[in-house]
């Protein structure tokens, strides 16, 4: 039996199979306002159809400051609530699950207006400089990620994943490279997770679902983050009700990074092991084998698809041949799959 194929439970929600979408953004929102637009409907709706077990939609930003660029979906106000519900009944007639990743890019945003951070540190020598949060500006934000999740609920998502990774807000306060505040946010590694835990209490107010975070489980530099400091939030993550961490790496500051095929797996299984959480492992999984040997081995508890998804929305049922797994085709499709 394919462990890839085989059905897993959060909460009160039941994947399909083990193979997520990973979030992935499109920059696609035409008019500035972080609408839905016809690309977004025919990109992911396609990959629930290609029988991806969760669907889990790009960063979306739960404040307009807190885009990475002008063009990216938001879920900062309600007029965002129609075209996510409409997104979400397609995918869901496909048998597939869905997933929002709410964000906020903070000192990483691109954009004219001014963009705020823990710190008033500038990604590089090119990026702007941001302004350090107040401690009003990091109660509106936590708000913001409150209503996110209601407005999120109002869109029939089944799981929310909470954008901690790739140097962002959330990452920029886990990270003693670009947290260097004195208060209560900034300092040990305790309160430097305190702007996450204030966020995910928020969530839960209004969130009773699966909730998922995405962490960058490597800094790549060795005044960052270590091994020891990613078991702690995870186990605080844990705590608080988490129900699975999303492991990627990278991108608080400028590094080079070497990859190679399933580069960053090994962070998902140590902290799946040291953590006694389940974990989602995630970069450059191309092939049903590799992702069935990572679940096998228990190295992780979900598998998520990023490029390969995007050059072949059917690779769920690529993955399925490989593994001489039999695939349930939609019906339009039969003729073509069985």
């Known amino acids: 039996m394919s462990k890839l194929f085989s059905s897993i439970d959060f909460k009160r929600v039941t994947l399909k199979n083990r193979i997520v979408m990973s979030p992935m953004c499109m920059y696609s929102s035409l008019d500035k306002n972080g609408m839905i637009t016809p690309f977004h409907l025919s990109h992911y709706i396609s990959r629930a159809v290609g029988q991806v077990g969760l669907v889990m939609v790009e960063a979306t930003a739960v404040q307009p400051e807190g885009r990475i660029s002008e063009q990216d979906l938001g879920i900062w106000d309600e007029e965002h609530v129609p075209g996510l519900k409409q997104l979400n009944k397609e995918i869901h007639s496909y048998g597939a699950k869905s997933g929002i990743q709410l964000a906020h890019a903070g000192r990483k945003a691109e954009l004219n207006t001014p963009i705020y951070a823990p710190s008033a540190l500038p990604f590089n020598e090119t990026s702007s400089k941001p302004v350090e949060m107040s401690a009003e500006d990091i109660k509106t934000t936590i708000e913001a990620f409150r209503n996110g999740a209601r407005r999120a609920k109002e869109a029939d998502f089944d799981i929310i994943e909470i954008h901690a990774a790739h140097g962002y807000l959330v990452n920029q306060f886990l990270s003693p490279l670009t947290n260097k505040r004195a208060d209560e946010y900034g300092g040990s590694r305790e309160n430097r997770y305190h702007f996450l835990s204030k966020i ?35 186990s605080r993550m844990k705590e608080q009700g988490v129900d699975l961490i999303d492991c990627s790496s990278g991108a608080v500051v400028p590094a080079h990074v070497k990859t190679y095929p399933g580069y960053q797996v090994k962070y998902s299984e140590v902290i799946r092991t040291k953590s006694a959480i389940a974990t989602g492992a995630v970069g450059l999984i191309t092939s049903g084998i590799q992702a069935e040997e990572i679940l096998q081995n228990e190295r992780a508890d979900l598998v998520f698809i990023g490029r390969s998804l995007l050059r072949n929305p059917y690779w769920a049922k690529a993955a399925a041949d490989e593994l001489g797994y039999d695939l349930e085709a939609p019906k339009q499709y039969e003729r073509g799959w069985n």
Do not use: C
């Open 200 to 234: 995910i209490e928020a969530v839960k107010m209004e969130w009773d679902g699966p909730l998922f975070v995405r962490i960058s489980a490597n800094e790549y530099h060795e005044q960052g983050n270590t091994e020891e400091d990613f078991i702690f939030f995870a």
